[in-house]
RNA sequence: GGCCCCAUGGUCAAGUGGUGAAGACACCAGCCUUUCAAGCUGGAGACCCGGGUUCAAUCCCCGGUGGGGUCACCA
């Protein structure tokens, strides 16, 4: 039997990162079975679907490099792919069974019943009843038990008369999820149900449905839910719930996946460090966890700046520059400037393996945009010795005059004018260090000089020695 | 509260009726270095609790505790 999972998100407009780890595992599944990914719209609440709120899951999943088969955009042989679209057919399945007697009309809300009273309408059915504007429908429950083996949960039984006569169709005539889950799984061919675990107790009752409609039931995998830092259910409160959010940070794609698939689930060897192909080669859904695990960023960076490391320096210049142009720093114009792009290089180039994603340019290289640094007031004791001031001053001289600027040109200038002062080069590296750049970490310095360039740099350095006077001075 | 699920270091996460209980990220220390990062070396750190079953339980059973999910004319 062929393989058909779909990923079924309401658009929302926004991307919920375990929503996304749940299209994942429904993709590397997909996938890694040579079955078909299903995007299906639910859409049933929201009177229209909002074109944005498609893009934004249509964008997402494009974005972390998930395709899809079959969906709003490419016509399957189940279509449409919208919910709002296929109310012809819930329709008919309700009718079908309210004359089996399997459902039937309930007058509650058009009669204004109290919400707490009981419903009583199961005893007015009557022979003949369908479908009718304003009325909503309920199951007529079985009672029993609903048993099935998950994938993952294992096997899971609940009494069915917990669930009572839920509601099948509302009152405006829209299905509700539960009904309109079995009604498209069923019309899609869907084979396995990947979801969060959020839906386990959803489960009984659609599988009472498939029981009235004699509908074979698909295999159910329900998927541990992700949790924030705090081990309460990740969201928006937590900060960075949103896909978008990540993507908006520079994380790369491929580095994003690999570690939602990590939150889970395993690999049966040791690498964590696994491509998409590769993910889609091992995956199983059997190997998924059932406990719950925390999103923790600090192994996500980890994972992004091993994918980093494959870059080609252009791509990480992209990153960059699209992180400093959303950080305001760079206007998108000078992107196309030559002299502009080399310096970009350059500056990746020098932050190496630091720059780890690519909101991290800002934090590391925003001083190498601006024309000023401001320097943080624990950092003055750099500027505390005379014989430091004295070299930095002298340093900033000979940076100016240089008569060639290559980084062995600085580091002659920088190792002379600690000499002369009696100094270590040490102290003066640090000075020049902070005083460039606001802080003590970060390239070797004399690329740091190199890149800042003679002018700014002595300016900086003579700011910084303004900025803080010597120890001296102050009373 | 009812029903359902979960429980191995800070986090992710292997694993077994008898183990020195993997590995990764993070953390600490040393080396290296102009700083940081990286790298190398070393280190600290875990089977929720209580009963059983058993010669032996982290692992099996029961109870508890803790956490999560769900109880809509939302999905």
Redesign the pocket.
Known sequence: MNVRVRF???PTGYMHVGNVRTALFNWLFARGQGGVFILRI????QQRHVEEAVEVITDGLTWIGMDWDEGPDIEGPYGPYF?SERLDLYHEHVDRLIADGGAYL?????EGAAPESECHCRERHAAGDSLSPGL?VRLVNPGGRSEFDDIV???????NE??GD??LV???G?????F?NVVDDNAMRVTHVIRG??????TPRQLMLYEKFGYERPKFAHL??I?G?D???LSKRHGAASLTEYRDQGFLPEAFMNYLA?????P?G?R?FMPPEELVAQFHLE?V????????I??L???NSMYMETLEPGEKRRLASDALVKAGILDAESLGDPEMESYLDDIVEAL???F?YGAQIVEFGAHFFADEVTIPVDLASYFAEDDVRCALAAAAESFENAPEWTEDAI?SIVRGSASEAGLK??PL??GI?VALSGM????????LVRLVGPARSADRIRRALETFPAAAERK
């Open positions: 079924a998100p309401s639910e859409d049933t609440d919910q309930c007058y509650c809300e058009a909503a949960g294992g096997h899971l039984s609940f009494e917990q669930f839920y509601i509302k009152s405006d829209t299905p509700t999820y539960n309109a675990d959020d839906h386990v107790s959803n541990p839910q949790l830092p081990g309460a259910r990590l939150l889970g689930w395993s049966q040791e964590e190997d966890r059932k406990s719950p695990a925390q999103f923790h600090e192994k960076v980890s994972l190496g393996n630091r780890r580091e080069a040490a590296i640090h260090r003590t970490a970060g390239p070797s310095l004399f690329t």
